[in-house]
């Protein structure tokens, strides 16, 4: 694998950073996974629009132009082929860090340089877009106990690393989050759709979820195939009751759950609407 650091091109074994960057230190920087299908970018320009919104709402400045941004991926993609023949399917990850001081202080120091990394690895290929031969996801169901700004995909990721581990302790895929409201957020690691009565619901985007660009994509897939969606509050006692629900992320594209909490959603098994959404997210994942 070769990796890119602070403009320089290196084997990832060989890729070092100061343990005093404050990505190290405080976790202070910002990501981005983007999947790369066949050599392609998936929904390049909006994973570069989160990523420059994050680095501003940190108020972290790096020196690089979208255009930059983009050209930089698209360069580690290349690094990447394995031969003349790019690899199916991987994914650029993609680290900003306010850069390494000379101490430990929490303040923002003055005149450093952010670290920019970045490398590229293989994910699994998407599974398959029939119902019946789809695997369905058992998952969790937790109180949110995060921070007050989910919207920022901060690589202070604790929070979210604890609730995954304490699904994964249960031999679950994921736990769906809910705040004091008993209001759905997201999962640990994706955003979460359920299907009542016809119509896909979502939660709206706010500070107490990421704006996941996958979600961004079915959104305008279901649009686009004229399925009614609707971003609006979705309370657990709906959730349960769903006829489906589904987690979406850039790894996992549109997961089909079958239980929620040991509740079973449906009749267990992927459905009608996951297969229509599905197949048209296609049409829409290299166009945003
Ligand atoms: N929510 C959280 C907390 C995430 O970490 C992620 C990314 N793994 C998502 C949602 C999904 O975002 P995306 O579709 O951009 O991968």
């Known amino acids: 694998t070769v990796a890119f650091l602070n403009d320089q091109w290196m084997a990832l074994e060989e890729a070092k950073i100061s343990p005093l960057d404050r990505g ?44 930059e941004w983009r050209s930089l991926i698209i360069d580690v993609v ?16 993609l680290h900003v860090s306010r850069g390494a001081d000379t101490k430990r202080h929490h303040a923002f120091p003055q005149g450093i340089t952010p670290t920019v990394f970045a490398f590229s690895f293989d994910i699994p290929p998407p599974p398959p877009k029939q119902r019946e031969n789809v ?32 699904a994964a302790e249960q031999g679950l895929a994921e736990t769906i989050l809910y705040n004091e409201h008993r209001q759905v957020t997201e999962a640990s690691s994706c955003n979460v759709f359920a299907v009542i009565a016809g119509i896909v619901v979502t939660p709206p985007l706010d500070l107490q979820l990421l704006p996941g660009i996958t979600r961004l994509c079915v959104i305008q897939a279901l649009k686009s ?19 489906e629900v589904w987690l979406t992320s850039s790894t996992k594209e549109i997961a089909p759950v079958s239980q929620v909490d040991g509740h079973l959603i449906g009749d267990g098994r992927a459905g009608e609407y996951w297969e229509r959404a599905i197949n048209a997210l296609d049409n829409v994942k290299f166009t945003l």
């Open 24 to 67: 190290f230190l405080y976790g202070d920087g910002v990501y981005e996974v983007i999947p790369v299908h066949k050599g392609q970018p998936v929904a390049l320009n909006a994973h570069v629009s989160r990523l420059t919104r994050g680095l501003s709402d940190i108020k972290l400045h790096v020196n690089k132009t979208s255009e």
């Open 78 to 93: 290349t690094h990447n082929q394995r031969g003349d023949e790019p690899a199916d399917y991987t994914a650029i990850y």
């Open 135 to 166: 695997n369905c996801l058992q998952v969790g169901l937790s109180e949110d106990k995060r921070w007050k700004r989910c919207h920022i995909k901060s690589t202070s990721l604790l929070g979210n690393v604890l609730h995954y581990q304490a």
């Open 225 to 243: 195939a004229h399925i009614p969606v609707e971003e609006r509050v979705l309370t657990v006692e709906e959730l349960l009751r769903s006829d």
